[in-house]
């Protein structure tokens, strides 16, 4: 049995990964690291910095905060002996998790870089179904409500907060995982909102090495039903992965129908890692979002009111 503690118990935190844990028996949550927040039933503490030096017997850290303060953790967690688990993103840039991925090497603990997305019911099949195929024509529609899944969170909008690539990167954690090439940004527009620093829309042209046209729109302004769809064009039919991988068809065939298995996924992963003694850091829909900050064009909206 493996004991964890989860730092920073926010929306995500209570909503996935408190549930996550308490079916998945490898795991036994035994403290909480939060400023505000406390939970019933284990240690609570407001920082990591103290959890780690009160719970010595701790094995693993899940690390839930928002990604601007995940470095340092990660750094204290690794360097206490812990093994540790991102959530996406997995920093506020490349260059941290690099580090990340040499700490955690020399101190022989565990590093999982998750995403979630990548755990949905239909990516799997989705991938084995294209790895024979050649791809025609990708097209991306991740729109959501911002007000819906980020309420009163202003770290979205900070530098580092991703905006409305917080979402957009499990779009680009899929599309990573399933597509059978690796792609390229060549253009992109950034919507920002002249009150904050980070975008609310984002449109993207990639191509992959046979010029393959791969399009994303992210939008975070859409209300009523969401859109977390993907549309992959073959010589041989159409893919569809909709509600965000859960649900894939094939020639307008539905093959998957799925539930919520993401976060059960991802800690049966983290329990594999741990027994193997390996990591997992895979960044490159990180990187997509990297090049999307460098290539793309600026566009000032109207100011995003909670
Ligand atoms: P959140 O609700 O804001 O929760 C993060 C928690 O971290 C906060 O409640 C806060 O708890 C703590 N925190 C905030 N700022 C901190 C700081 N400066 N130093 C230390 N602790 C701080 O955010 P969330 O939605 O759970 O997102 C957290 C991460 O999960 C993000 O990387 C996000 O991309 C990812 N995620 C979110 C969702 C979603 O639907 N919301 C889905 C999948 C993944 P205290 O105030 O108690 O310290």
Redesign the pocket.
Known sequence: MTTIAI???????R??HLPALRDNRDFELTAIA????TLEGVDNHQ?LDALLSAVPALDAVAL???????YA?AVAAIEAGKHVLL???PGVSLSEVEDLVRRAKQQGVTLYATW?AREAAGVEKAREWLSTRRVTGVDIQWREDVRQ??PG?Q?VWEPGG?GVF?PGI?ALSIVTRILPEAFFLREATLEVPENCQSPIGATLEFTDVHDTPIHADFDWRQTGPQTWQITVDTEDGKLVLDSGGSQLSINGERIIDGEDVEYAGLYRRFAELIRKGQSDVDVAPFRHVADAFLLGRRQSVEAFIE
């Not at 939060?34 to 927040?37: C, M």
């Not at 839930?64 to 995940?70: A, I, K, L, M, S």
């Open positions: 730092a920073g118990f926010g929306k995500i935190a909503d996935q939060s400023r505000n927040a920082d839930c905060t928002p990604p601007q303060v995940r953790q959530e996406k993103p979630h899944w980020h969170q770290w991703l917080d499990n």
